[in-house]
């Protein structure tokens, strides 16, 4: 009997953790998917109500989420939030609710544009409506008895006191940030335009008109002695940083590669920022917003940034800047005299990419060459301008033996991580086989009576371009008057 006891316990115990696993196993299956969607108020209602537009999410915490559109002829009037707490069967759900409240101008008919928010990772649409607006409603009298019914509430509370708010201190600013002190003439500078905020400023901070005021920023920093390769414009998302050893997140708003011209310095003037910024209530209160809209400027620092001349090259004046190297290409691996081969040399690296040319070198009695075709390929990636420029070449070799192109491609460069000239050279060497060959040159006949006449009435007198356009013209004039006549003579004849 007293053996049987310690097995039943564990029977019992054993039945109790099956039991147990089986409901948090259902509990987390039936555990509801991450979901957002958007709520439309009603479409018709007086001129004295709101009209809402809201948007709920499930299963997540809120992380952000893109503004409510604007609509035309009302006012956006404060937002709300509701956060939906339900427990079945031991699961917990939550549902959060964000509310945005518009107050129309005037009676009338508007038009919700279709139009999408971004929640978290989800991306929610609507359809739009037609909204109409009606006369003001003017509040019923309830029966005295209710009246003060509401009178004894207020003497046994006290009336609703307006809510007291207050600017809370924040720590964002907004800042220009060039990537070097001080740049030689041609060398590539990184300027971005950055707004820095912490984690916890994002609940008062918001964007306010930012693509009505960015090309106003934008031409305040432009610099007129300078070749600049813009970055395309991109979503502003708020990137991880550490500044002064504290965690910041920063909106990148506009960047550019700048490569000056002369020696002339770079000067960026301080830029305004209007931005959103909520005051928070004192004391808050279930079913209101608690925040109260307002305005800040922010102003980011002038900033100056010199330039330095190149020291001088005793052989070149303009001379590309940049850290290039070179790769060749050559598309055959045999060569013969009179036969033409194409090489291409590829200068790549960071740069700029516009100030590279290589010219063909002048035709030898040895050496043909053609070109060169160019192809250029620019990449914008990372807060850097760099990419590859190719130069192909036709070559057609009158004579055997190896063709130096170390002595006939070659690019001097300045490096401005170094502050040296470099010269960027051909390192392939083709060996060209067969006979030795002569340039093809137009001899006349001395025999051909046509050719002697011709040489010797021929002078040096330069002729229009346009001089064999005119014969032909009237040869063809000629031609037609020939076919005209015909026609009239086989007319006449037929008659």
Do not use: C
């Not at 998917?33 to 958007?38: C, E, H, I, K, V």
């Not at 427990?87 to 609710?97: C, D, F, M």
């Not at 929640?119 to 003001?136: D, M, R, Y």
């Amino acid at each position: 009997m007293h053996s049987l006891l310690p097995m039943a316990m564990r029977l019992f115990l054993l039945f109790f953790s099956l039991m147990l696993f089986a409901q948090v196993h259902t509990a987390a299956a039936q555990a509801p998917a991450p979901s957002a969607d958007l709520v439309l108020g009603p479409t018709a209602f007086p001129l004295n109500e709101y009209y809402t537009i809201s948007f709920r999410l499930r299963g997540a915490p809120l992380e952000r989420y893109s503004a409510f559109p604007d609509i035309e002829g009302f006012k956006k009037s404060g937002k709300s939030s509701t956060t939906t707490t339900r427990i079945v069967n031991g699961q917990t759900s939550a549902e959060l609710t964000i509310t945005q409240r518009y107050a129309a101008f005037t009676e009338g008919s508007y038009v919700l544009k279709p139009f999408s928010m971004k929640i978290n990772g989800f991306t929610a649409a609507s359809e739009g409506a037609v909204l109409k607006v009606g006369p003001q409603q003017v509040a019923v009298v309830p029966p005295g008895g209710a009246l003060q019914g509401i009178g004894l509430l207020d003497q046994l509370f006290g009336k609703p006191k307006p809510q007291e708010y207050v600017e809370p201190q924040d720590q964002a600013f907004l800042a220009i940030v060039p990537d070097k002190q001080r740049v030689f003439v041609g060398e590539g500078l990184h300027v971005g335009l950055y707004f820095y905020l912490t984690p916890q400023d994002q609940a008062v901070l918001n964007f306010y008109n930012f693509a009505g005021q960015l090309p106003g920023i934008i031409r305040q920093l432009r610099q007129r002695t300078v070749w600049e390769e813009s970055f395309n414009e991109q979503e502003v998302l708020p990137e991880n940083v550490t500044v002064g050893g504290k965690p910041f997140l920063r909106y990148r708003l506009w960047e550019a590669e700048l490569y000056p011209l002369n020696a002339q310095p770079l000067t960026f003037p301080a830029v305004e920022l209007q931005m959103l910024k909520y005051k928070v209530a004192k004391k808050p209160a279930s079913g209101l917003d608690n925040r109260l809209e307002g305005y800040k400027t922010y102003r980011s620092a002038a900033r100056v940034v010199p330039v330095v001349s190149l020291p001088a090259h005793p052989k070149q004046d303009q001379v590309p800047v940049g850290a290039y190297e070179v790769k060749e290409a050559i598309d055959r691996t045999t060569f013969r005299t009179g036969r033409t081969f194409a090489y291409t040399f590829t200068v790549e690296g960071e740069g700029n990419l516009a100030t590279v040319n290589l010219t063909a070198p002048p035709t030898t009695p040895e050496l043909e060459v053609y070109g060169p075709e160019v192809q250029q390929t620019l990449t914008r990636q990372n807060g850097r301008v760099g990419g590859r420029k190719s130069f192909r070449f036709r070559l057609v070799a009158r004579r055997p033996g190896p063709v130096a192109l170390d002595t006939l491609f070659r690019l001097v460069v300045f490096n401005p991580a170094t502050s040296r000239y470099d010269t960027l050279r051909a390192g392939l060497q083709p060996v060209v086989r067969g006979e030795e060959q002569m340039a093809t040159t137009f001899r006349a006949r001395i025999d051909d009576p046509y050719y002697q006449e011709a040489l010797a009435e021929a002078d040096s007198t330069l002729r229009p371009r346009d001089a064999y356009r005119n014969v032909r013209r009237y040869a063809n004039l000629v031609v037609v008057v020939l076919l005209l006549v015909a026609a009239g003579g086989w007319w006449q004849a037929r008659r």
